[in-house]
């Protein structure tokens, strides 16, 4: 089996990929340290990988606006304010201007927002989220990037699996990327079936990020997700030991796919010796299909 298995550099050093039976990393901004640390940080990754010649993606933003509002990963892109959209549009042709220098992979946008109560009326939802996605797909054009959205069942209004892949199917610089670790929480919100959800999505999907959790509680309400966040795989995780999901049946579905797959998780949960044993796990999932 190819592998195209990849991680985050939050938590490890791009200089140990190697080392580790890594073939890719993808780039993200984090939370460790000053906005400016973090910035030199991922340009100095992100100039290693080049020299290293390792595939590389990003995970958008990496350049924040001085006027955005929020957390740096939120989204307003289907807001119903307009101008909070336009701010969300902004930041986005700021950071492909530079994507069209650096020149990743595919880069990775969260899109759909937290919006998991209908506060308002909206009537004009389904013009914005068309208007949105043609926008996108014609910035990214211009630009000559790639991105993938994120699917997230986080806002109520386009929370369906099955809408996304429609909606992205014949944009052209737009598809779509698989977390497995947020599809089961979006599970868990709306009722739809893991695996059949994960099986559709992965055939639609251009690339995959893999975590895991525990529990049958989502985001906030979670006490694994709380105090863990984003769990290293492994292949002795199985529902019955009340995790997300058998790591190992969805790794070997993704793996399928021979697309890229970013192990995306934390060191908390149990240490590094767990992390790097988690990372060793999959390999060896791949190694054997």
């Not at 650096?102 to 308002?120: N, Q, S």
């Not at 492994?234 to 999901?245: M, P, V």
């Amino acid at each position: 089996m190819i592998n195209n298995l990849g991680i985050n550099t939050v938590h490890v050093d791009i200089k140990k990929l190697e080392d580790l039976g890594l073939k890719r990393v993808e780039m993200c901004l984090g939370r460790m340290g000053s906005a400016s640390d973090r910035l030199y940080k991922m340009l100095e990754e992100i100039k290693l990988a080049k020299e290293m010649q390792i595939p590389f993606s990003i995970h958008l933003p990496m350049v924040i606006s001085d006027d955005f509002v929020g957390d740096y990963l939120d989204v307003f892109f289907l807001d119903p304010d307009p101008e909070k959209r336009e701010m969300s549009f902004r930041m986005l042709e700021e950071n492909l201007i530079e994507m069209a220098k650096i020149k990743p992979d595919y880069c990775v946008l969260h899109f759909a927002g937290v919006y998991r109560e209908i506060k308002e009326a909206f009537p004009d939802f389904e013009l914005v989220l068309n208007e949105a996605l043609k926008r996108i797909n014609d910035l990214c054009q211009s630009y000559n990037t790639k991105v993938l959205l994120e699917y997230m069942g986080s806002n109520i209004r386009f929370s369906d699996y099955k809408d996304w892949i429609r909606v992205t199917r014949e944009l052209s610089h737009v598809g779509l990327i698989t977390d497995t670790g947020h599809l089961y929480f979006a599970s868990l919100i709306h009722g739809f079936d893991y695996m059949q959800a994960l099986d559709r999505l992965a055939s639609a999907s251009e690339a995959f990020h893999i975590w895991t959790t525990k529990g049958q509680k989502t985001y906030g309400e979670s006490e694994y997700y709380k105090k863990y966040h984003h769990i290293i795989p492994h292949a002795e995780q199985f529902k019955e030991g009340d995790w997300a999901f058998d790591t190992k049946s969805v790794f070997e579905r993704i793996a399928k796919e021979r697309k890229p797959i970013i192990i995306e998780a934390s060191t908390v949960y149990k240490g590094k010796t767990y992390f790097y044993q988690g990372i060793e796990s999959v390999i060896s999932i791949l190694e054997n299909m």
